[in-house]
């Protein structure tokens, strides 16, 4: 018979949390979470790095964060190199808060960090996980989507998938619930609101990070252009009619950048176009932070 979540789960957890060892975690979380036939919607759980987020377990992606106390690993130290105290930072579709988290801490006080999820669940645990680890009011939170335009909008969720999925675009023969949200143009946001230049910018937005792009033609005219980290895939961006190069080719025709992959095992950056977005001879000593593969 299955136990509900207590002990088999907790002790998976010290394990997978504390073990040096790699090998087997992420089957003994799964294992573990197969296990409770009462899985919590929401578990307080601690990072690596000291932060505390609440989080669904359910998910195979965010069991990592409860077992491991870690997420995208290889995206999360990329950030955490090329990111400095006092940077401006926009998280552009900040989900339950794992990257909004990240960014405030480090940027600490001198710096601030600009966070847009439109859906209200995602955006009610966003909050939740903000205020267990904000120190500073340097963090600001918008329950909007960003596009090409202003207007009504909505998200579909699909069944099967949490919030985490949502999408501006319905895709074929999927099933889903629509939750309307308030789509705005970025250009219009930052002048509206006095904000000045921007230092990194990390969109995941399934599949609208070139509608984002579009309406963000400030961050282009800055004196240097932000680094971007920006979720790039066949599967979302095919709703919207366009192919993950075509975000290459449009941040390349605004400024000139370089473009690298990021290496998930290896913890490296391929020399590619793809992901991680750095204006050309700006930024070299956050770049000289990782290991770049020409």
Not at 56 to 78: C, I, K, M, S
Not at 249 to 268: N, P
Request: glycine share 6%; proline share 4%; net charge neutral.
């Amino acid at each position: 018979m299955k136990k509900k979540w207590n002990f088999i789960q907790e002790a998976t957890r010290v394990y997978t949390f504390y073990s040096p060892l790699r090998k087997g975690k992420y089957r003994l979380a799964s294992l573990a979470t197969n296990l409770a036939d009462e899985i919590p919607q929401e578990i307080l759980t601690t990072t690596k790095d000291g932060r505390k987020l609440i989080c669904n377990p359910a998910p195979h992606y965010y069991q990592t964060v409860y077992f491991l106390g870690e997420y995208e690993r290889a995206v999360t130290d990329v950030i955490s190199k090329v990111v400095q105290r006092g940077d401006v930072c926009l998280d552009v579709g900040a989900n339950i808060g794992w990257y909004t988290t990240l960014l405030q801490k480090l940027v600490r006080e001198e710096g601030t960090v600009y966070a847009f999820e439109p859906v209200p669940k995602a955006f009610s645990l966003l909050e939740k996980n903000v205020k267990l680890n904000s120190a500073f009011d340097n963090i600001y939170l918008y329950n909007l989507a960003l596009g090409d335009s202003e207007k009504e909008a909505e998200m579909h969720i699909f069944d099967g998938f949490t919030e985490g999925h949502a999408s501006l675009a319905s895709f074929v023969n999927r099933s889903y619930k629509i939750s309307p949200t308030r789509m705005i143009i970025l250009d219009t946001f930052l002048e509206a609101n006095n904000i000045g230049e921007i230092n990194f910018v990390k969109i995941d937005i399934e599949g609208a990070e070139l509608l984002m792009l579009k309406g963000a033609k400030r961050l282009f005219n800055q004196i240097v252009p932000p680094i971007f980290v920006i979720e790039m895939a066949l599967g979302t961006t095919e709703g919207f009619g366009y192919l993950p190069n075509d975000i290459i080719e449009f941040i390349a025709e605004k400024r000139d950048y370089e473009f690298y992959a990021i290496d998930e095992s290896k913890f490296l950056l391929k020399k590619i176009k793809n992901v991680l977005c750095v204006p050309k001879g700006k930024y070299q000593d956050r770049l000289a932070k990782l290991t770049i593969i020409n």
